[in-house]
């Protein structure tokens, strides 16, 4: 008996601000048994090392990623190490950033979709363009061409009227646009509680199961129970 063909979906983390959020999507598609295929941008590997103190490398990724991965939102190191799942396999591919050979590439490749997480300015020019300049850029590009969901967690704040059109661009080509604005009916009570609102907004776009937060239910109050009982 053949076994199932492997389709992941692919995350491209670009050098905006906001590594937590891609830390909380790839957390959240690994406990949903989704396998991932990872895109970390040479800009996004700054990024990470001047938000979380870990330095991303292509030749030690597996273990740069259980690293960043358990750390949460605050920094504090080993917070979800227990939950994490083995590495070690085929679950999760990284992909070096500026190789345009790889798999993502191609739109032969299997994949489900694509979330960019957080989005830059400069990914987002780069996708609404179509200049697949590096990887990441290309595999959103053929993620669009192929009809399969793009999620766009553009992070930046204000956003320039160039910027604007060109997200207008991202929805009209069907890429979901979805900026990194919490909301806080859920209860925040914790930086990481508005880190995984957004998280999971991203994967409540790409059809994917999660427990990140408390959706709303209709009723008033809620939220500020959730927050006093943290308290």
Do not use: N
């Amino acid at each position: 008996m053949e076994e199932p063909q492997r389709e992941p979906w692919i995350v491209g983390v670009s050098g905006a601000s906001g590594t937590p959020y891609a830390a909380a999507v790839l957390r959240a598609l690994l406990a949903a048994g989704e396998s991932v295929d990872l895109v970390v941008s040479r800009a996004a590997r700054l990024t990470l090392l001047d938000e979380t103190g870990v330095s991303f490398r292509d030749g030690h990724w597996r273990d740069d990623l259980r690293s960043w991965l358990a750390r949460g939102a605050d920094g504090k190191p080993d917070t979800y190490l227990a939950a994490l799942p083995d590495l070690s396999g085929d679950v999760v591919r990284c992909w070096r950033p500026g190789d345009l050979a790889a798999g993502p590439s191609s739109g032969s490749y299997r994949a489900r979709g694509m979330l960019i997480v957080p989005a830059s300015t400069a990914a987002v020019a780069g996708v609404a363009l179509g200049l697949s300049k590096d990887l990441l850029q290309r595999a959103a590009s053929v993620t669009l061409k192929e009809r399969r969901p793009l999620v766009v967690v553009v992070r930046e704040t204000p956003l320039a009227g160039q910027t604007l059109r060109q997200l207008v661009a991202l929805d009209e080509a069907g890429a979901v646009v979805l900026p990194a604005s919490p909301a806080f009916y859920a209860g925040a009570s914790h930086i990481q509680d508005v880190v995984d609102f957004v998280a999971g907004r991203a994967l409540d776009a790409a059809g994917v199961a999660h427990d990140l937060y408390r959706r709303w239910r209709g009723e008033l109050g809620g939220g500020a129970a959730r927050s006093a009982h943290h308290s």
